[in-house]
Each structure stands twice: as C-alpha cells, then as structure tokens.
C-alpha cells in the first residue's frame, strides 16, 4: 500500500498524481484519503485493498501510481 515516511513525500505524490487526475474533485483524491485514514491498520495487512489503489515499488522503498489514475 502507499506508504508516506512524511507529509512532505505525501505532498510530492499528491502534485504527481492526484492532481492530474479525474478522480481529484476539488483537491479530495479519495484513494489518498482511504489511505490517510487506514494506513495503520492496513499497513501489515496483506489482504488489504489499499495494497491493490498505491501499491509500493518493487524495492518497498517508494510508490508506483494509483491504480485509479486517470490523466485529466
């Protein structure tokens, strides 16, 4: 699932992705708020749907771009 280490590195992929992307009404991408919302619960959960919308890079070390995106 996204994972964050700051607000700063959330902000990055929110100008990246979110932004540019149909689903950012008003500046709310659902997907980043089901992640701010779940992210400890789901963060060792395997099962989770946020690991399938922000899935992380091969390395664990970054995120690739959400699953829902779709360019404005």
Do not use: W
Request: hydrophobic share 30%.
């Amino acid at each position: 699932m996204g994972y964050f280490s700051n607000g700063t590195e959330g902000e990055i992929y929110e100008e990246e992705f979110c932004r540019k992307c149909v689903h950012d009404i008003n500046y709310n991408c659902s997907v980043l708020l089901l992640h701010r919302i779940h992210n400890y619960d789901a963060c060792n959960n395997d099962k989770s749907f946020l690991h399938v919308l922000i899935p992380q890079t091969e390395d664990g070390l970054g995120n690739e771009q959400c699953t829902m995106f779709v360019k404005k």
